[in-house]
């Protein structure tokens, strides 16, 4: 069993930065490929990047390509989302997630284990 618990959403007003924080405890381990999902109101769960375990290869949602960068310190069993130039758009609930292996996964049901979440709001 994998306990993952987030931190560092807020108000950020549009243009401005947030950086996020997953912290994994249990049966922690670097074979497990670390990923952050989103979800807006009235909208489904949806990718938003994904650290490898394969290589450390990243990958991102096209809409937050650019100006998201996802990193994992393996040390700390931790995994982040520094988040720049953020939109009105990407307010949401922001879920940190892990699977075994690192095969790329882009679908909420690859992912095993999930956190509480925590939310971003980008006001206009």
């Known amino acids: 069993q994998v306990l993952l618990v987030e931190s560092g959403g807020g108000l950020v007003q549009a243009g401005g930065s947030l950086r996020l924080s997953c912290a994994a405890s249990g049966r922690t381990s670097s074979s497990y490929s670390m990923g952050w999902f989103r979800q807006a109101p009235g909208k489904e769960r949806e990718f938003v990047a994904v650290h490898r375990t394969s290589g450390g290869s990243t990958h991102y949602a096209d809409s937050v390509k650019g100006r998201f960068t996802i990193s994992r310190d393996n040390a700390k069993n931790s995994v982040y989302l520094q988040m720049n130039s953020l939109k009105p758009e990407d307010t949401a609930v922001y879920y940190c997630?892990?699977?075994?292996?690192?095969?790329?996964?882009?679908?909420?049901?690859?992912?095993?284990?999930w956190g509480q979440g925590t939310q971003v709001t980008v006001s206009s």
């Open positions: 997630a892990a699977r075994v292996g690192g095969a790329l996964a882009l679908s909420r049901s690859s992912y095993d284990y």
